[in-house]
């Protein structure tokens, strides 16, 4: 006899709704529970606390010590697997055999034959041995490039399915509010605008697989005190609303995100895993999100140890529950045991258990779970294809993401290089991949441990792909400069790679738990570039970091400044073809890069008293502004207007400008759109980008760029929940970066006051036409 659930016609939500009155208290809590198999594995932490935690005697968790393939299962089923191709190095075909045969017997063991959702991280690609590592987000982010960005996912997602894994721990929605944090390489960068489009068009390229897309970390992470990993987060209603919530919202809202992922930070001494004023009252009943909440791993557990609200597991696991967190990651310490009892006793509504299994199980029916034929062999592993997690359209699309998101800084003239020139390299970075890779890269996240195992992808250093790039140039290298040429072999460039090696918790300069004090050049770094430039011959600064460093200390000193942002596998080949000019820079500063190492932190979203002025002795003005990039051609703007200056705060208009290559060679120009209110009801931004373009243009082409304005964009938050679109003048300004702007519309607002809720519009459609 085939019960409810057990019926596809159904809708997922009543097939889940039949099952979960099936099943008893311990099943039900089984569905909230997770393991991660080999997780004692290695000498070094890969999540916050993780082998401190898991020796603590009161640990409940099975599954810890052993690999997937022979990991002790929970009696009662199990939500989650954690990580089985994240955790230690394994060959991905022989890692599909292993989730298949552990999840063969997580359906043997409990009496619905429910299998666990597997999740894995996929921030830089999937964080798995031998799969392709594609550039940090804070890359994404200077790119400028939504649907690149979205392309790329749905490679990754297809990379995840091929092995069995249904859920992936990205992207991160994280406003840069403080260069000096650590995982401002994991961010889009310090605008909410660029922030939201990118990591939708993340979402959407990965929720397009099938693949669930987790929006990390909610709500307040990047903007904690000192810019410490974990520290409480100093924000007001109206900073958190208008700053770090919109990328969240509009992921959830059109990216069609299934799952959420709470903070480690408390706001307002409220952490984020103990509010269900976030968790529940906004993020389900005011933006309608039906998918489900998990936690950051060990994040329930920090309530207890850490953040001090509650007393014991039972207590954190009662807590988190309440606010709203479904899924207790990666192993469950507060969900079982501690969690029943209470539960049992009286002291957690049975009714709390239910509202978190139901959208679990929910969930695991949407993916197919709970269907008759699914099977835990993926496609591959049945028509006995290998399985290639390195494919050619995801080394294409790394290729394209990295060489779009090399910005130019700077430069006099000595770029692209010749192809016979003289060239000494020098610098740490120089001939080593580490300056390639995020710290949520399989080979610096988790392959760091086992030195003696290759990569397992191929990536080339810098100086190796100059080598390749430049065949007919005479290319010199030494790790630290030594001035010991005769005059004959001076190089005709000096080209000096210097930035970060990111890591975990202080084992990197870049990274999560890798916080600076100031933003000064990480080991002494700065000495070299010193000695450089004191040769007086042509010095190139190459940066490959995870966050943007002072660089005033060789302002006017430099031939030529190149930023690039953890490029990934293909970063060597892409900055080597700037280098050259193969490829014509068109990356644009995702964050601004500052002038003194101090003085933060700060943005560009700064109202006038927040930029310099007479009041204070500190100019916080940056050495290169928010969305400044050059490019090897010139292009010129013209005819900027639009289709109507008077418009009701209701009301659209569209705002365009003629944008033409003026140069000899082919290149992109990143059209920016920003917007200027003269006189609010609070204090506003100076600028805030409100929409872009990319605009590729042949020599002599011309293109007409066409921005879709609605009033909307111009809301902004009286209190907090309290939005609204009033009447006034508006300017929209044209520029080619957060600072320098080609042109000025005004706008004029004309109506009532009126309120802007979630249904608002979030986003300018842009249209790019060529000019015959």
């Not at 709500?219 to 409480?232: E, K, L, M, V």
């Amino acid at each position: 006899m085939q019960h409810p659930w057990q019926d596809p016609a159904r809708t997922a939500e009543s097939r889940a709704a039949d099952l979960l009155t099936r099943m008893t208290l311990e099943e039900k809590l089984a569905q909230l529970s997770s393991i991660w198999p080999g997780s004692s594995a290695g000498n070094e932490d890969v999540a916050p606390l993780q082998h401190e935690i898991s020796e603590l005697t009161e640990l409940t968790e099975p599954g810890r010590t052993g690999p997937l393939e022979t990991a002790e299962l929970p009696p009662h089923g199990l939500g989650q697997l954690t990580r089985p191709f994240g955790t230690i190095p394994v060959e991905p075909s022989d890692g599909a055999r292993n989730l298949a045969a552990a999840q063969r017997r997580i359906i043997a063991g409990n009496p619905f034959g429910i299998p666990a959702l597997a999740h894995e991280e996929c921030l830089t690609g999937f964080t798995a041995w031998q799969a392709t590592v594609l550039p940090t987000p804070l890359a994404w982010g200077a790119t400028f490039d939504p649907e690149l960005v979205e392309r790329t996912a749905s490679l990754i997602g297809g990379t995840l399915r091929s092995v069995g894994i249904h859920q992936g721990l990205a992207p991160v929605l994280d406003v840069t509010r403080d260069p000096r944090w650590g995982r401002t390489e994991e961010s889009i960068g310090e605008d909410p605008y660029l922030v939201s489009t990118i990591a939708t068009g993340y979402v959407r390229g990965l929720e397009a697989t099938g693949i669930v897309a987790t929006l990390k970390h909610f709500t307040g992470y990047s903007a904690s005190r000192g810019a410490r990993n974990h520290a409480p987060a100093s924000l007001g209603a109206r900073e958190l609303a208008d700053v770090i919530l919109p990328p969240f919202e509009l992921a959830v809202r059109d990216g069609g995100a299934r799952s959420v992922m709470a903070a480690y930070n408390d706001v307002d001494g409220v952490p984020a895993h103990a509010d269900p004023a976030l968790l529940t009252e906004l993020l389900r009943g005011e933006w309608g999100f039906t998918g489900t909440v998990v936690a950051d791993y060990f994040g329930i557990t920090f309530l207890e140890l850490a953040q001090r609200t509650a007393d014991s597991p039972a207590s954190a696991g009662a807590q988190a529950l309440a606010a709203g967190v479904d899924v207790e990651l990666p192993g469950v310490r507060c969900y079982g045991e501690p969690l029943l009892k209470a539960v049992l006793a009286g002291d957690v509504p049975e009714d709390l258990v239910d509202r978190a299994a139901l959208r679990v199980l929910t969930q695991k029916c949407e993916l197919g779970l709970l269907d008759a034929d699914w099977s835990a062999e993926p496609p591959a592993l049945v028509a006995g294809e290998p399985i290639d997690l390195n494919p050619p359209e995801l080394r294409s699309a790394a290729r394209t993401l990295a060489e779009e998101s090399v910005v130019l800084l700077a430069a006099d003239g000595c770029l692209p290089l010749a192809s016979d020139a003289r060239i000494a390299v020098t610098g740490p970075l120089a001939d080593d991949a580490a300056g390639m890779l995020g710290c949520y890269t399989f080979p610096r996240h988790v392959g760091v441990e086992y030195p003696d195992m290759p990569m397992g992808v191929e990536v080339p250093t810098l100086l190796e792909s100059l080598r390749a790039e430049l065949p007919g140039a005479r290319i010199s290298y030494s790790p630290q400069y030594i001035a010991a040429e005769a005059a004959e072999e001076r190089p005709t460039v000096r080209i000096a790679v210097v930035g970060d090696r990111s890591g975990l918790f202080g084992r990197g300069t870049s990274g999560e738990g890798c916080d600076a004090a100031d933003l000064t050049l990480p080991d002494g770094q700065e000495a070299l570039v010193d000695e450089l430039v004191a040769t007086g011959d042509p010095v190139v600064l190459v940066l490959l970091s995870g966050r943007p460093y002072a660089l005033g200390r060789w302002d006017g000193k430099l031939a030529a400044v190149v930023q690039a942002f953890f490029p990934g596998q293909e970063g060597g080949p892409a900055v080597a073809g700037v280098l050259s000019g193969r490829v014509n820079p068109s990356g644009r500063l995702p964050v601004g890069v500052p002038r003194h190492p101090g003085g933060q932190p700060w943005s560009y979203l700064a109202p006038p008293l927040g930029r310099h002025n007479d009041a204070s002795s500190l100019d916080p003005a940056p050495m290169f502004p928010f969305g400044h990039g050059l490019s090897y051609t010139t292009f010129r703007w013209d005819d900027a207007e639009a289709g109507t200056t008077t418009v009701p705060t209701d009301g659209e208009t569209t705002a365009s400008v003629t944008v033409r290559n003026t140069g000899d060679r082919a290149g992109t120009e990143i059209v920016q759109l920003y917007l200027h209110d003269p006189v609010a009801r609070i204090v506003r931004p100076v600028n805030r980008l409100i929409g872009y373009a990319r605009v590729a243009l042949e020599p002599g082409e011309s293109a007409r760029v066409s921005f879709d304005v609605h009033a909307d964009l111009a809301s902004y938050t009286l209190r907090a929940g309290e939005r609204i679109v009033e009447p006034g003048a508006l300017e929209l300004r044209f520029g080619a970066s957060s600072e320098d702007m080609r042109h000025t519309v005004p706008l004029v607002l004309t109506g009532s006051e009126r309120p802007a809720g979630h249904d608002r519009r979030m986003v300018c459609p842009v249209r790019v036409e060529p000019v015959r």
